[in-house]
């Protein structure tokens, strides 16, 4: 949090030098020049502190015989020490994801520069979602033996959560604040709901996360209302493929446990997101329009058409993630029969929002004519 907090304050002083300036227009809701590159500190706060303990753990391998002389930091070595050997294992995986991170977020960077054709980016997307799954090997379960579906569904449940967060971009705080609250409660279900097969809590996942949250939250401080810094295709797409992998990489439940249904709880924590994507894209294919085409039909934009002000849309936005992001934290510890109450719970409240925005759209229909 500390150092992407630093990092984007660096950023928002530099960004005008280096050509990084988004400029109001008509699909815009902000009216005067406001920096990007937001998702350079967002990185930042990522990877530097994953390369600090990466460095630190190296050290601690290669020179057992370490002494620090206090008694507290003398039985902490005592206990990290059988770990490292694991730790530096599973950095392998953490740095190619970091990697594939960081491409995203070099594509994000150059179209926030450039101006990158959505073909192009979309390739890329799919490209690095297909390094995920057919590289990696990583692949989301969902206790069908059918090898190709799980595949294919987790190339398109990155691709979606990538540009679902992109597409929530559109006002101060608001993707930031939906990623930090979806990170942080993915991360609280993971630490707290043990693995269905180690039966201990899910450290490098739940780790990686609260990483996330806090360089989220350094972030957050420069974009919450009014925005002195945009995070910019660079850290939503960054932000959208953290979360897609994460969710990828976590347990949530198995057979011998008879805990299938806690493989839903990324559905609960990130439903507002998808809601968000799903209706836009519903909304510009209906026009007649291109589904990439910005503009201004986003769940926010919708709002402030309601008569919310652009603030209270975002605190809504956050209010409804959170809500339906509690239900993950119940997937684990309830039956089937509980899991089924949770979905309608988090289903009604899509279903909420959906009739509000259908009345007032009506209401506004009529009024007109």
């Excluded at 990290?80 to 960081?102: D, F, M, R």
């Amino acid at each position: 949090m500390i150092i992407a907090g630093i990092a984007t304050g660096v950023v928002r002083r530099l960004a005008p030098k280096l050509g990084l300036v988004d400029q109001p227009s008509a699909r815009k809701v902000h009216v005067i020049p406001t920096p990007l590159g937001g998702g350079i500190g967002i990185w930042l706060g990522l990877v530097i502190p994953f390369a600090i303990a990466q460095l630190l753990v190296w050290y601690g391998a290669t020179h057992p015989e370490m002494h620090f002389g206090w008694p507290l930091l003398e039985k902490g070595w005592q206990f990290v020490q059988p770990h490292l050997a694991g730790y530096l294992t599973k950095s392998v995986s953490l740095w190619i994801l970091l990697g594939l991170a960081t491409v995203l977020a070099t594509v994000g960077l150059l179209d926030d520069l450039l101006g990158l054709g959505w073909k192009i980016r979309l390739a890329i997307q799919f490209i690095v979602a297909g390094v995920v799954v057919w590289g990696l090997g990583w692949k989301l379960s969902f206790f069908i033996a059918i090898p190709v579906i799980p595949d294919i569904v987790t190339v398109f449940w990155i691709v979606a959560l990538i540009n679902s967060f992109n597409m929530l971009d559109n006002m101060d705080g608001l993707s930031a604040g939906i990623a930090g609250i979806g990170s942080f409660m993915l991360a609280s279900v993971l630490l707290l709901a043990p693995d269905p097969t180690t039966a201990g809590p899910q450290l490098f996942v739940g780790g990686f996360l609260l990483a996330l949250t806090g360089s989220i939250l350094g972030f957050l401080y420069h974009n919450r209302p009014p925005a002195k810094i945009f995070m910019g295709d660079a850290g939503s797409y960054l932000i959208g493929f953290c979360m897609a992998v994460m969710t990828i990489l976590a347990t949530f439940g198995s057979y011998e446990e008879n805990s299938q249904h806690a493989i839903l709880a990324p559905l609960c924590i990130l439903a507002v997101p998808l809601y968000d994507l799903v209706t836009v894209l519903y909304i510009r294919i209906r026009q007649g329009r291109s589904p990439f085409q910005p503009d201004k039909c986003h769940f926010s934009h919708r709002l402030v058409e309601m008569g919310f002000s652009k603030t209270s849309a975002v605190m809504v936005i956050y209010l409804l993630t959170a809500t339906c992001g509690l239900g993950a934290l119940l997937l684990h510890r309830v039956d089937r029969i509980g899991a089924v109450l949770v979905l309608l719970l988090v289903f009604c409240v899509l279903c909420l929002i959906a009739l509000i925005e259908l009345a007032s759209r009506r209401k506004e229909r009529d009024r007109t004519e």
